[in-house]
């Protein structure tokens, strides 16, 4: 397997990893580096020193490290970020909106002549009309403006936070796309069905749920089903639950009813007529 330098680059702390191919540059952590995008070269933060990695795919490569210019630049947006803030919340309450403003992007040079332009990121309950609004605010901010509404989930991926788990959450740091998540994934679990404990910071299904899901599925095809009399090392009993992660199932013993937790190999059927044969 073909092996790549590869370095990971951060635009916010703690916020989103972006992989890049260092090329000749090898910038330490906590360097400020270059970085393409769409709108053009951006400053951002090293937080993963370049090493060698198998399978790297096809990286984009990093411009450079980051000048006085570079860096003077990049504290002029994040000013005229600042002012936009202020400018769309003061004129939010104003108008009377029910919004929430999520996030700025902004722009000093878009090309083709068009000036700077700012871009606010918002939550609502509903559809606004905010044409009013994008008037006062580009009288304000002397810029072109653009507003972009944002779902619960994508409004959480670009705010970040701390997930129930402890770590940051999954959206804002490594999915890249929302996979589809049901409540019959909670209920393959066996979890409580409570919405505060199966719900994330966006107030929707825990994208984790799809993680472990597939290893419920696959241990419920072949394990013994709840109420399946079965013989175990023990004695024989009756399966009356299942530990998914041990990879085990609780059977109560006819003997006395106490409960044990057998791997599910010494009681499925197929595999112990495999080891009475060969063994």
């Known amino acids: 397997m073909p092996m790549a330098m590869l370095c990971a680059v951060s635009f916010n702390r703690y916020g989103r990893l972006y992989y890049f191919d260092p090329g000749e540059f090898r910038p330490n952590v906590g ?15 090293c937080v993963w020193a370049p090493q060698w990695v198998d399978d790297a795919g096809d990286p984009p490569r990093l411009l450079g490290i980051a000048a006085d210019e570079d860096l003077k630049r990049d504290e002029l947006l994040r000013k ?22 999520v996030a700025i992007d902004h ?50 991926r670009v705010q970040g936070g701390i997930g129930s788990c402890g770590r940051d959450l999954c959206c804002a740091t490594f999915l890249t796309d ?4 049901t409540i019959r994934m909670a209920k393959d679990q066996d979890l409580p069905l409570n919405p505060l ?12 749920l799809k993680y472990e899901h597939p290893l419920y599925q696959s241990f419920q095809a072949a394990a013994p089903a709840v109420g399946t009399r079965v013989s175990t ?4 009993g009756r399966v009356v639950g299942h530990s998914v992660p041990r990879d085990a199932v609780i059977v109560r013993m006819d003997a006395d009813g106490s409960r044990c937790a057998c791997s599910r190999a010494s009681v ?8 009475e044969k060969y063994n």
């Not at 108008?95 to 403003?101: S, T």
């Not at 404990?197 to 984790?208: D, F, K, V």
């Not at 090392?233 to 024989?236: K, L, V």
């Open 31 to 45: 360097d400020k580096v270059l970085v393409p995008t769409d709108d053009g070269p951006e400053v951002a933060e």
């Open 80 to 101: 005229r970020k600042a002012e936009a803030k202020v400018a769309a919340k003061k004129l939010i309450r104003e108008h009377d909106l029910p919004m929430k403003v």
């Open 107 to 156: 722009v000093l040079d878009t090309g083709a002549g068009q000036g700077p332009r700012t871009t606010i990121y918002f939550t609502a309950p509903h559809r606004v009309d905010f044409r009013s609004l994008v008037r006062d605010l580009g009288a304000t901010l002397h810029c072109r403006v653009e507003l972009r509404q944002l779902s619960a989930r994508d409004s959480a």
């Open 178 to 181: 929302f996979e589809p998540v």
């Open 197 to 208: 404990r199966i719900s994330g910071a966006c107030g929707r299904l825990m994208c984790c």
């Open 233 to 236: 090392p023990e004695g024989d």
């Open 268 to 275: 499925c059927g197929p595999r112990k007529a495999h080891d």
